[in-house]
């Protein structure tokens, strides 16, 4: 990576605003061989996807005011983990994946103590469906439900993640039906949800 980026004209002028759009493709390619993929396929994906790492790591390690490198990153990856692992790292007893959540839902809130918010921290360039399970889980621990889970009178709620899909399908042709914009209407609802969800911070 250094020699790239050393004697490759074209990854000396990249940012790490450029290589946004980049980061994003190769995370999708490594969901599609994961999903759909071969071993061969998902180790070459994975391939790329460190190698977007690096390339972030070679950019920063050039910043003339705030420099880091691969090994920072390396080194601020094992401290997390560490705090974030005390039932394998510490005294602290897990049996359960509920009880490793636990730990570490309690260690995540300690290192984010600053934020004002549950909302604080969900990433705005998410996919709508993501953002929305995302925001559906924190508004939850604020008190607010952002829908029921019941199908309420529309039908039988789906029971498996193949008629969860159906059913999602089957409002995305509503919406091309109607002319609507599914993604953009996912997302306004999701804007309402985080003011009601603030709303309730700020009462509590």
Avoid at 20 to 45: C, K, M, N, Q, T
Avoid at 58 to 67: E, K, R, Y
Avoid at 170 to 199: I, M, S, Y
């Amino acid at each position: 990576m250094r020699e790239v980026r050393d004697r490759c004209v074209w990854s000396q002028q990249i940012t790490h605003r450029d290589l946004v759009p980049y980061l994003i493709e190769e995370s999708h390619e490594v969901i599609d061989a994961v999903e759909d993929g071969s071993r061969a396929d998902l180790r070459e994906e994975l391939g790329d996807l460190l190698w977007q790492v690096l390339f972030h790591a070679a950019i920063a390690a050039q910043d003339p005011d705030d420099p880091f490198d691969i090994d920072d990153v390396a080194a601020t990856l094992t401290e997390k983990m560490v705090r974030r692992h005390p039932h394998v790292f510490a005294d602290e007893v897990a049996t359960t994946p509920e009880e490793v959540l636990v730990h570490w839902n309690a260690a995540k809130a300690a290192e984010k103590r600053a934020r004002r918010s549950v909302l604080d921290g969900i990433p705005r360039g998410m996919p709508a469906l993501a953002l929305a399970q995302k925001v559906a889980g924190r508004a939850e621990g604020a008190g607010v439900v952002v829908a029921r889970a019941d199908a309420d009178g529309a039908g039988p709620a789906p029971s498996s993640e193949a008629e969860l899909g159906d059913a999602l399908l089957r409002l995305v042709a509503v919406a091309r039906a109607e002319g609507w914009d599914a993604e953009r209407a996912l997302r306004e609802r999701l804007r309402a949800v985080e003011a009601e969800v603030r709303e309730a911070e700020s009462e509590a």
